[in-house]
């Protein structure tokens, strides 16, 4: 654990956890110091919390009674008469079963009733009082072992939909059946005279209660702030795009406040690159405070909420940390109340890196204080070493536990080291015990493994998962990213053409990879790049399948909770404090999809980075990592016909509705893949070959030329993809190089041209997924209402060009603005030229 652990609650967290906290059933006169706060923080208490109707003290029933003897009766509405009758009944069974009945009892009462039982004398006592009033609860009518309990806001079940999920089935009129009592127990006065009368509970209309239940991800966007910069204030500093009085409006209208003085406290300053190469007064006590300083474009992009993500994002400046540490985001609700953001304090001691130790199969965890001098035990292949995650999005949980069984590097000495948390939160504790002997710790490890999943240690390759218990991630420990050979174009010794030099080091670059994990919520800090596993990726395509499938249907809420639990399980997701959503619409599942298909391309780049250099320890870096590539990569020069002939592909075939940006090419590259051309040869014979384009992010490009541009692995659901899970291409080179996800920031991307063999082609004006082409066919083609100008086509190297202008086509009636391109075998393909390209964003 990193820091202090708080033993305080935000009202809106106190609020979530109400039940938890044994809370639910009290009102805000138990809060110690409540009658000392201001009249509008009660005002807010009694707003979230409601008044409440608690039965934890008699004592203070009764002084509240005297008061209000004391003080001029006022006439009681019907619903305070129902109450009132109702307490008196719960009360006068309450206090007789205290008396006469002892808890041994009580939960036999329970049991024979077929209840829930809960822990604790005084939930015991309420729990019988209630059915004593109303009847015993029938089971849970949505999950098989079910059980309600009462709560203040209804019954709730207590039971699970499966070994993944909660039920959160709630009714505030539940079936009942009368409550049973033994003859043996008639010798106590309550039991003896009782007789079940039918009765439906009150609830007061004013009992407020923490949301439970899960998110949808349709709340989430919907919910996303209208004030995104509320409560943050900025300095403009230098000559800009937009005039003083246009930025200090925007911020203005997004909650922010623009100031003069710059320090710690400033969120950012807004500014331009050429501020930071010629430094003025504000940009040095900007240097000297840590605080970023980000384009114009920041304005644009907060728009959509993320405010600490898009100050990383635009930051122009080689200064600044992470701006959790030093900035406190106001939380904006759904209905605009703006509070205190919780998440800040419970992250900003957490480290941007955790140096791992590595010893034999696995690093020995920091927290431990044992890094240096023990090592992971090792026996008989078994590494006692286990990580495990638990999501629930109903509860809102998102944790994880750390296991270790540790000895000594040197004397002897065990120990068994566990930590545990909420994921991308200092929330959380570590535990270090030591043994005597290297079985009796091995034993220890096995019996919390167990506790915490329900499987013995032996049982977990075929692990079964378990209501409430704890899931093993698959996570490689086996190597400290300080083992990867850092890329640096300064100290290189290569004779390679200094901007394929370059071209290696872009896509090397290890903090793109995080950069892009970050886009997609992946919780870095207990997360590290390169540690999830393929076959881990490749089971969360699984359940995305099974979520398109759900979203098909129209299926319940419990079985996309159930879903989206085992997907958070599988990729841990950084949500701080807030709820993971529901995986419950198609516009999130592509998100996921897009997500796992660039995880799968990282972790081909990362494997990439840490493989060693086949032997050669003299290898020049950047030399050994562009063998690795596989590929041929030959720099075109400028001046030559070829680098022209790409450069008026380029200019030609820009959609006029990508007018965000113009694309200018820096630099060509002649591309041959290692077996490419073999592999290709059996369709050279194949007619139509067109040269086409292929967009995708920079971190995908070790990926793409090491293995080849490929197919979506099986897993991955059919969502997605318009035509179905083949190779993308097309013939207007703005709508792939939108592929390459750059930003004003990041303005540079790579992008493909290859030779593809079409053949015939299955011509389609609508989305149509393709499973098998038909008869006669090689190839799907999405017909588009703008196409480039035949006539301006060209043949270069015995393939077409399609570099015509773009003009309408004779098609009226297709959904799709611009042609697209499919094929379904990869031997299809030839990658030709690589461009690196530049997006000059106008705004």
């Known amino acids: 654990m990193y820091g202090p652990q708080d033993t305080w609650y935000h009202v809106d967290c106190f609020v979530k956890n109400r039940d938890e906290l044994e809370f639910a059933d009290k009102s805000v006169d138990d809060i110690v110091g409540y009658k000392t706060l201001k009249k509008e923080d009660q005002k807010e208490l009694v707003e979230k919390l409601g008044k409440g109707s608690s039965t934890s003290s008699r004592k203070r029933k009764e002084d509240d009674k005297s008061k209000a003897e004391a003080k001029k009766p ?92 909660k039920c959160f089935y709630v009714t505030r009129t539940p079936k009942r059946k009368a409550f049973k009592i033994p003859s043996e127990y008639h010798d106590a006065d309550v039991l003896k005279k009782y007789k079940y009368k039918k009765r439906d509970r009150v609830f007061a209309a004013e009992t407020a209660s923490s949301k439970e239940g899960p998110v949808s991800s349709v709340d989430v966007l919907d919910g996303l702030p209208s004030k995104p910069l509320k409560g943050l204030k900025f300095a403009i500093v230098g000559n800009l795009d937009f005039s003083e009085e246009q930025i200090t409006q925007n911020i203005s209208n997004m909650g922010g406040q623009i100031v003069t003085t710059i320090d710690k406290n400033l969120a950012a300053c807004i500014s331009n690159k050429e501020s930071i190469t010629k430094p003025n007064k504000q940009i040095k006590a900007a240097k000297k405070a840590g605080v970023h300083v980000v384009s114009t474009a920041f304005l644009e992009d907060v728009k959509k909420g993320g405010v600490l993500l898009m100050i990383q994002k635009h930051n122009l400046a080689p200064w600044g940390d992470d701006p959790q540490k030093r900035i406190i985001v106001p939380y904006v609700s759904k209905s605009g109340a703006s509070n205190p953001r919780n998440d800040t304090h419970f992250t900003k001691s957490i480290p941007d890196k955790l140096k791992m130790m590595v010893k034999g199969g696995a690093a020995v965890d920091p927290d431990s204080k044992l890094a240096k001098t023990a090592h992971v035990i090792e026996d008989g292949g078994d590494i006692y070493n286990a990580v ?77 998962k378990f209501p409430n218990k704890f899931y093993p991630l698959d996570i490689d420990y086996g190597q400290d990213d300080d083992n990867i050979k850092k890329l640096d174009l300064s100290k290189s010794t290569s004779t390679l053409h200094k901007s394929i030099q370059d071209l290696i080091c872009m896509i090397f670059d290890i903090e793109s990879m995080k950069r892009a994990m970050m886009e997609f919520e992946i919780d870095l800090k207990k997360m590290p790049l390169g540690k999830l596993s393929k076959k881990q990726i490749e089971s969360a395509y699984k359940v995305l399948n099974e979520l398109t499938e759900l979203v098909d249907k129209k299926s319940s809420v419990s079985l996309f909770s159930d879903a989206s639990n085992r997907f958070y399980t ?274």
């Open 570 to 843: 599988l990729i841990p997701h950084d949500f701080g404090l807030n709820k993971p959503p529901l995986l419950d619409t198609i516009e999130i599942i592509k998100q996921k999809i897009e997500m796992l298909d660039n995880l799968l391309e990282i972790e081909v780049a990362y494997n990439l980075l840490k493989g060693g250099d086949d032997g050669n320890d003299r290898m020049d870096a950047i030399d050994a990592h562009y063998q690795k590539l596989k590929t041929d990569i030959e720099y075109i020069e400028r001046s030559s016909e070829e680098f022209d002939l790409i450069t008026k592909y380029v200019q030609n075939t820009h959609a006029v509705t990508h007018n965000q940006y113009g694309l200018e090419v820096v630099d060509a590259y002649r591309l041959e893949r290692l077996g490419e051309k073999e592999r290709f040869r059996p369709f050279e014979e194949l007619a139509n070959h067109k040269l086409l384009w292929h967009g995708s992010r920079v971190t995908n490009f070790a990926g793409i030329l090491s293995q080849g541009l490929r197919v979506a692995p099986p897993e991955a659901p059919v969502t997605g993809y318009m035509f179905g899970k083949g190779i993308y291409f097309a013939d207007m080179v703005s709508k792939s190089a939108n592929y390459c996800h750059t930003s004003k920031n990041d303005p540079v991307g790579l992008i493909l041209l290859c030779d593809v063999a079409l053949g015939s082609m299955y011509e389609l004006t609508s989305a149509n997924y393709v499973t098998s082409l038909p008869k006669g066919k090689h190839s799907t083609k999405g017909c588009g209402r703008t196409v480039p100008d035949p006539s301006g086509r060209q043949t270069f190297d015995g393939v077409e060009i399609p570099m015509g202008k773009g003009v309408p086509s004779d098609i009226d009636n297709s959904s799709l603005l611009y042609n697209e391109y499919i094929v379904y075998d990869v031997a299809q393909v030839k990658i030709k030229y690589l461009l690196r390209l530049k997006f000059n964003y106008k705004w």
């Open 74 to 165: 006022k006439k009681e509405t019907e619903e305070e008469k129902q109450m009132k009758v109702q307490n008196n009944l719960l009360w006068g069974f309450r206090d007789k079963l205290e008396k006469e009945i002892s808890v041994e009892a009580l939960k036999v009462l329970l049991e024979l009733n077929e209840q829930a039982i809960p822990s604790g004398e005084s939930k015991l006592l309420d729990s019988v009082s209630d059915c004593m009033a109303f009847g015993a609860l029938a089971k849970c009518p949505e999950c098989p072992e079910g059980k309600l309990t009462f709560k203040s806001d209804g019954y709730r079940c207590t039971g699970n939909i499966t070994s993944w999920t």
């Open 388 to 464: 495990l995650g638990l999501v629930d999005v109903t509860s809102g949980t998102n944790s994880y536990y750390k296991l270790q069984a540790l000895e000594s590097d040197k004397k002897s000495g065990w120990w068994v080291f566990r930590s545990w948390g909420r994921v991308g939160t200092t929330i959380g504790n570590n535990k270090k015990e030591s043994f005597s002997y290297r079985a009796a710790a091995i034993q220890e490890f096995k019996d919390l493994y167990f506790k915490k999943t329900n499987n013995h240690w032996w049982e977990r390759h075929n692990f079964q």
